[in-house]
C-alpha cells in the first residue's frame, strides 16, 4: 500500500468515527416523543388555536386569510382536528398588487406580481402573555393571458393568491416548529 492509499484511508476511518460518535446526538423533528419522554412536536403543534382573520367578509383578503389559515391548520393537524389548546395563533395580512410589464399599446398589464405581508403573534392560553412574534412575507408573480380575457385575467390572480398563501402558511408552520423543538 503506498502511502497516498494509507493516507486516505485514515481519513475514511476518521470521519467513520467522527460520524459514529456524533450519531446519538440528532432526534428527529417529528418523533412520536421528545429526548426525555416528553410530548412530541406533533402533539405540541395540535395544541395551537388558529381563530379566523379579522378581515371584511366576502373580500379577496378573506378569501386569502382562510386559505393561510386552512393552509396552516392542515400542515399542523393533519387530518385530524386540533387537541386541547395550549397556545393561540393571532395573524394579520396585508395584500399587494404591482404591475411589471405593461403593454404599451393598450396600457394594461401582461405580468404582474402578487404580495402577502403577515404578521403574527402567538400567545399563551394560560398567562396571556406573547411567546412568540414575527412576520413573513411571499411575492409572486403571473402572467395575464390575454388583454381581453376578463375571467382568465381572474383566474391567474386567483392562482398567485393561493400560491401565497401556501408560502406564508409553510414559513409560519416552520417557525413554530422551531420554536415549539427548541424552545426560542
Known amino acids: 500500500m503506498s502511502w497516498f492509499d494509507k493516507r ?3 481519513r475514511l476511518v476518521a470521519a467513520a468515527a467522527l460520524a459514529a460518535a456524533t450519531a446519538g446526538c440528532f432526534q428527529p423533528m417529528y ?9 412530541g412536536l406533533r402533539d405540541k403543534l395540535q395544541g395551537v388555536e388558529v381563530p379566523p382573520l379579522n378581515l371584511p ?10 386559505e393561510i389559515r386552512n393552509a396552516l391548520m392542515f ?3 393533519g387530518a385530524a382536528v386540533g ?3 395550549t397556545h393561540r395563533l393571532l395573524m394579520k395580512i396585508t395584500t399587494t398588487r404591482l404591475s411589471i410589464i405593461v403593454d404599451p ?8 406580481n402578487y404580495g402577502i405581508n403577515a404578521t403574527y403573534e402567538l400567545k399563551d392560553n394560560t398567562t396571556d402573555k406573547t411567546v412568540l412574534t414575527g412576520t413573513t412575507f411571499s411575492r409572486v408573480s ?8 376578463r375571467f382568465a385575467r381572474s383566474r391567474t390572480l386567483r392562482d ?3 400560491r401565497a398563501a401556501k408560502v406564508i402558511a409553510e414559513n409560519i408552520n416552520q417557525r413554530l416548529a422551531s420554536f415549539f423543538a427548541a424552545g426560542t
Open 83 to 85: 387537541g386541547p389548546t
Open 160 to 162: 398567485a393568491e393561493d
Open 8 to 10: 486516505i484511508a485514515v
Open 57 to 66: 367578509n366576502g373580500s379577496r383578503e378573506a378569501r386569502v386569510g382562510l
Open 75 to 77: 400542515s399542523m393537524y
Open 105 to 112: 399599446n393598450t396600457a394594461l398589464a401582461d405580468s404582474e
Open 142 to 149: 403571473y402572467d395575464i393571458p390575454g388583454q381581453t380575457q
Open 31 to 39: 418523533a412520536e416523543r421528545g429526548p426525555n419522554g416528553t410530548p
